[in-house]
C-alpha cells in the first residue's frame, strides 16, 4: 500500500505529497524510504505467473525495462504533484520528449511547436523525427492563438510548447493554446521543466500532457539524469479513430485496441508497453531513487530559488554595465501580466541578462566569475552561467539567434541555492572585471 493510498480521500498540501504521495511501503522489512530496487528481473512464483505477466504486464512486475517498484513510486508522485492520473519515468528529458512524440506521430504525421524551446528538443523535431518522416512547423509568437491555427495541418497530432522557455524566462499562456488544441481535437503537449510543479501545473490550464527533465530541479542536485510524461487522463483518444489509429483503430495481438484496453488512459499505456519498452530508454532504479530524493525538498528549494533569482535580477537591472534583464518577476517584464496570472508563488530561477559591452564582455564576465559555475545545466543547487550563443545556440545562424533574442552580450543564468549576497558579490566582482577591461581596451592597452 502507497501513503497516497493510505490518506486518500483527504486533501493533502503540496510539501505533504511531495514527501508522502505515492511512496513504495511494499517492502516486507517495512523500509520508510521506497527502497532502491536495483534487480534486473522479478521472480516469477510459477509458470501460471509467468504466463500471467506477460499478458498483463501492468498486473506485477517482470523485467526493470517493462517497470520497476522504485521507478513507479516516482511515477505515482510526480503524477500526484502534476495533477494528472498517471507517469511514465525515462532515462532523460529528451527520452521523455521522443517518446511522448513518437506514442503519438507516425510517418506522414507533422506536429506544431513553439519555436522558442529547448534546443535539444528543437533539433529532435527538425533533424531526427524529420528523417523519420515526422514534420514540425514552428510558431513564432507562442502566445498568439493565431499563429497556431495557421499552423494546424488535417495531419497534426500534437502542440508542443514549454511553461517558461529558456533562456529568456518568457510566459506561455498555456489556455490559449489549449484552447486550440481542444477545437482542433489534438493533444497539447507542455515541457514543464523550468516551472516545477510547485510554481505551475500546466493540467489545471487545459494541457493534456506534461513533460519534465527530472535532470532540473525535480532531483535537483545536479547528480543524475531523467524525465517523465504525466498524462492528465482527459483527452478522448477514440474520439475520432484514424487521428490515432495505433490506439483507437488497430486491435492487438489480443484483439482490442489500446482505448479499448485502456480508455483514457490509452496514451501511457502506449508510451510505456509499446514505444518505452521496446525503444529502451529506462533509467536506473538507482537514479529513480535520486530524483525521488530531491522531490522530497522541491517547494524549499524552488521558493528560495525564486527569491534569489528576483533579487538577482533587480540588482542587474540596477546596475549600469546590463542592458536589459529577461525575468517575467520584473516589474518592466513584457511577461508580468502573464506571471502574475500563471506564476504567482515565484518565476523560477532561470533567466537572461545582456551586457552593454556585447560579446567582449560576456566572455569577461564569464571568464571572471568564482561562485557561479561555467556550465550547461538548470536547477542545480549551485549557480550556473553559459553564454548561449556561443554554446547551446552556436548551431544556428547569427539571423536565427537574433531572432530568438538571443544578442552576443546575452548570458543565461541558472540561481542556486547559495547565499544571494554572495552570489551577488561574485556578479559584482565580475562586472567590475568587466569594466576594467573596457578601460584597458579604450586606452588602447589591450
Ligand atoms: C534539459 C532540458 C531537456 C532535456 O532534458 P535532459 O534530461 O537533459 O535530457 C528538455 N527540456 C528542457 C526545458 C530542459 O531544460
Do not use: C
Not at 542536485?221 to 483507437?248: M, S
Amino acid at each position: 500500500m502507497s501513503a497516497a493510498e493510505e490518506t486518500a480521500g483527504e486533501t493533502l498540501g503540496f510539501a505533504t505529497r511531495q514527501i508522502h504521495a505515492g511512496a513504495e511501503l511494499g517492502d516486507r522489512h517495512h523500509a520508510r524510504a521506497t527502497p532502491i530496487y536495483l534487480t534486473a528481473g522479478f521472480v516469477f512464483d510459477d509458470f501460471e505467473q509467468a504466463n500471467d505477466r506477460f499478458a498483463q504486464p501492468d498486473d506485477g512486475y517482470s523485467y526493470t525495462r517493462v517497470g520497476n517498484p522504485t521507478n513507479a513510486a516516482v511515477e505515482r508522485r510526480i503524477a500526484d504533484l502534476e495533477g494528472g492520473s498517471g507517469a511514465l519515468l525515462l532515462g532523460s528529458g529528451q527520452a521523455a520528449v521522443a517518446t511522448a512524440v513518437l506514442a503519438l506521430a507516425a510517418s506522414g504525421d507533422h506536429i506544431v511547436s513553439a519555436a522558442s524551446i529547448y534546443e535539444g528538443s528543437r533539433e529532435l523535431f527538425r533533424d531526427n523525427f524529420a528523417r523519420l518522416g515526422i514534420e514540425s512547423s514552428f510558431v513564432a509568437d507562442a502566445n498568439d492563438p493565431a499563429q497556431w491555427e495557421a499552423a494546424i495541418r488535417p495531419e497534426t497530432r500534437a502542440l508542443f510548447a514549454e511553461s517558461i522557455p529558456n533562456p529568456k524566462n518568457d510566459v506561455l499562456d498555456i489556455a490559449a493554446v489549449a484552447a486550440v488544441a481542444r477545437r482542433h481535437g489534438i493533444p497539447l503537449l507542455i515541457d514543464n521543466t523550468l516551472a516545477t510543479p510547485y510554481l505551475l501545473r500546466p493540467l489545471e490550464h487545459g494541457a493534456d500532457i506534461v513533460i519534465h527533465s527530472a535532470s532540473k530541479f525535480l532531483a535537483g542536485h545536479g547528480t543524475v539524469l531523467g524525465g517523465v510524461i504525466v498524462d492528465g487522463g482527459r483527452f478522448d483518444w477514440g474520439a475520432e479513430p484514424d487521428r490515432f489509429p495505433h490506439l483507437a483503430r488497430d486491435p492487438r495481438a489480443d484483439g482490442r485496441t489500446f482505448v479499448e484496453r485502456a480508455g483514457r488512459a490509452a496514451f501511457l499505456s502506449y508510451a510505456r508497453s509499446v514505444i518505452a519498452m521496446r525503444q529502451g530508454p529506462v533509467p536506473s532504479p538507482f537514479n529513480a531513487f535520486f530524483i525521488l530524493q530531491g522531490i522530497e525538498t522541491l517547494s524549499l528549494r524552488v521558493q528560495r530559488h525564486s527569491e534569489s533569482a528576483l533579487r538577482i535580477a533587480q540588482w542587474l537591472e540596477a546596475h549600469p554595465a546590463i542592458e536589459s534583464v529577461d525575468y517575467s518577476g520584473l516589474a518592466s517584464s513584457p511577461h508580468r501580466a502573464l506571471a502574475e496570472r500563471y506564476l504567482p508563488l515565484g518565476q523560477g530561477s532561470v533567466f537572461s541578462f545582456t551586457l552593454r559591452g556585447g560579446l567582449p564582455a560576456a566572455r569577461t564576465l564569464v571568464d571572471s566569475v568564482r561562485l557561479f559555475t561555467r556550465m550547461t545545466h538548470l536547477g542545480d543547487v549551485r549557480s550556473l552561467v553559459l553564454h548561449p550563443g556561443t554554446t547551446t545556440h552556436v548551431n544556428r545562424s547569427e539571423e536565427d539567434r537574433l531572432a530568438a533574442g538571443i544578442g552576443p552580450g546575452l548570458l543565461r543564468i541558472s540561481i542556486g541555492l547559495e547565499d544571494v549576497d554572495d552570489l551577488i558579490a561574485d556578479l559584482d566582482r565580475a562586472l567590475s572585471a568587466v569594466a576594467a577591461a573596457e578601460l584597458l581596451e579604450r586606452a588602447g592597452i589591450r
